[in-house]
């Protein structure tokens, strides 16, 4: 990783700079992604870290309980990655790869299978998740990709790779 890329997790005073980068880099409105990053801090079942840089929101990452079928069609209740976003100004440098590592941390705690959906044209989230050790578990039909299908993958504590 970037030296000077700090991990650490989501605070109130990060909310509003994670708010922003959200809205600059997906072209999404607020709406109420406010509420959500703040429910992550106070909520037992759901947790966002940060990548900073210079004390500056460059990256962030949610991991979430769900229950059965809330991460699509025909998927099992657990714990799941979930929104992982790099600034592009800081993407390749392996800011996602160690989010993803504290949340597998944060995660690892609590269950021992760890899963995560994406859209099935997301080669740089499929290639993230797959050098950890995440193994495909099925494609569906999915309205929320621009390919149409999404991909569930999981990983056992047991299979992470460091
Ligand atoms: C996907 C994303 C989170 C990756 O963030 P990142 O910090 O650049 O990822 P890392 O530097 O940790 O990359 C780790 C590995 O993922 C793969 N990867 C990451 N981005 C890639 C891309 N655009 N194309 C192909 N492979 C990619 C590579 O294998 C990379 O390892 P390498 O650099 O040794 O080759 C980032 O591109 C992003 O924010 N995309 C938009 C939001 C998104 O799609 N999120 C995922 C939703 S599930």
Same mark, same amino acid.
């Given at each position: 990783m970037a030296p000077a890329v700090q991990i650490e997790p989501l605070t109130?005073?990060?909310v509003a700079a994670a708010v922003n980068l959200a809205v600059r880099v997906l072209g999404?409105?607020?709406?109420?992604?406010?509420?959500?990053f703040a429910s992550d801090i106070t909520d037992d079942l759901r947790q966002t870290f940060v990548a900073k840089a210079n004390s500056k929101v460059v990256a962030y990452g949610r991991v979430i309980e769900l229950a059965a079928n809330e991460a699509g069609p025909g998927t099992p209740a657990g714990c799941y990655l979930s929104g992982v976003l790099v600034?592009?100004?800081w993407q390749l440098r392996g800011i996602a790869t160690e989010l993803t590592r504290a949340r597998l941390r944060?995660?690892?705690t !609590?269950?021992?299978?760890?899963?995560?959906?994406? /859209?099935? %044209?997301?080669?740089?989230?499929l290639q993230l998740h797959a050098a950890l050790g995440f193994q495909e578990v099925k !494609?569906?039909?999915?309205?929320?990709?621009?390919a /149409?299908? %999404?991909v569930l993958s999981q990983l056992a504590r047991t299979a992470e790779r460091c």
């Open positions: 109130k005073a990060d999404v409105k607020p709406g109420d992604r406010g509420k959500q600034d592009p100004a944060w995660a690892f !609590r269950t021992d299978t760890v899963f995560y959906v994406t /859209g099935a %044209d997301n080669i740089g989230s !494609r569906f039909r999915s309205e929320r990709s621009a /149409g299908r %999404d």
